[in-house]
């Protein structure tokens, strides 16, 4: 059995269900994700689990104890909310120190924790300011340190970034990845941004309408998306709907497409923008046809353009090399190219 086990959990608030049937495994010292857009269910699950709210039906087991009607000092999580949840009042040591106190530790036993954790998260020598003059990722880190000391059996965070500015986003979701995999503890992340789940999970499960969708690897979601609605969350895509006749594809617009022989079934056609080729001069390979470019947008690493080929505009996203510059400006014709190893055939 797995470190955190969902059974069938299920969840409703005025009679609309939030979690539907829901059946998970995370692994020991996994880092998991629940991703997902705002209103799927995901942070009622994470506090289904941290024994906050109690499901209508199923099972949670933390360790294989089932733990669903018990409360959350007994359950061995910590939490880190998306507003943090520090006390105003207390000092920075105090915060950390909190939980300790609740279970009895000694003044002497707390002092060593505390001491240990703020020199974890880096704010060594921090043990005596309010919180209240500490910056948004200082608090973050007060946050994590206060769950962490209590040596939890499993760590919860609910979106604990989306209140840092971009630079510091990037730098703590790379310090908390370090930090969970030097202490090697089971940690469950709630997101509802592609790029964090992808840079920091062992495995992520797609919510949709309070429901799993999709349990995989970063690279299995964003590589071999389950359906429609995973392949336009998890990253950008081309997205048409299509008819099939053997190994080729029409879309609406009339534009036919060959497609390898191992495609599943499927009613739309799913192709990432970086997996379409774009060139100025004509292309003579299956798959290629003649357009013209609407837009350009230079985006630092990428260039984003959108291209007209008859009715079917498409996306396309090239890395941004010394190369490229200039090459192609609106209105100009172009060939592009749909390889068919990057085609993917989805179902609704």
């Keep these: 059995m797995g ?7 299920e969840k409703s608030f005025d009679g609309i269900k939030v979690c539907s049937q829901i059946d998970l495994s995370i692994n020991k010292g996994e880092f998991f994700t629940f991703l997902g857009p705002s209103g799927c269910g995901k942070t009622t699950l994470l506090r289904l689990i941290a024994g906050f709210i109690t499901p209508q039906s199923g099972a949670v087991f933390i360790d294989g104890n089932e733990v669903t009607k018990l409360p959350p ?13 520090l006390f105003p009042y207390l000092t920075v040591g105090q915060n950390i120190e909190y939980g300790l106190t609740i279970q009895k530790k000694s003044a002497r036993e707390r002092q060593k924790i505390v001491e240990l954790y703020m020199d974890m998260v880096g704010l060594s020598g921090f043990g005596g300011r309010k919180v209240t003059e500490l910056s948004g990722g200082e608090q973050q880190r007060v946050a994590l340190a206060r769950s962490l000391a209590v040596e939890p059996e499993v760590l919860l965070l609910d979106e604990p970034l989306s209140n840092l500015d ?13 930090l969970q995999k030097r202490l090697g503890i089971t940690t469950i992340f709630v997101t509802h941004d592609q790029t964090e789940a992808l840079t920091l999970s062992d495995r992520i499960a797609v919510f949709d309408k309070g429901r799993v969708v999709q349990v995989g690897t970063p690279k299995e979601i ?3 998306p389950g359906n429609v ?15 099939r006749s053997g190994n080729t594809i029409r879309l609406e617009s ?14 739309w056609l799913s192709i990432r923008p970086q997996n379409i080729r774009i060139s100025a001069k004509p292309i003579h390979e299956p798959n290629s046809f003649q357009g013209r470019l609407l837009e350009k947008q230079l985006n630092g690493v990428w ?13 396309v996203a090239e890395l941004n090399t010394f190369e490229m510059k200039g090459e192609l400006q609106p209105g100009d014709n172009v060939w592009v190219t749909l390889p068919e190893n990057g085609l993917r055939l989805l179902e609704d």
């Design 3 to 9: 470190a955190v086990v969902l059974e069938g959990v």
């Design 254 to 267: 009339g534009i036919k497409l060959n497609i390898p022989s191992t495609s599943g079934p499927g009613n």
């Design 166 to 178: 971009a630079r510091l986003r990037d730098k703590m979701r790379s310090e908390i990845k370090s």
């Design 229 to 243: 609605f995973v392949a336009g969350f998890v990253g950008d895509t081309n997205l048409f709907r299509v008819t």
């Design 222 to 224: 964003y590589d071999t």
């Design 303 to 315: 260039i984003d353009s959108i291209i007209e080929v008859g009715s079917t505009v498409l996306r």
């Design 73 to 85: 000092e007994k359950r061995k999580v910590g939490m880190v909310f998306q507003n943090y949840s």
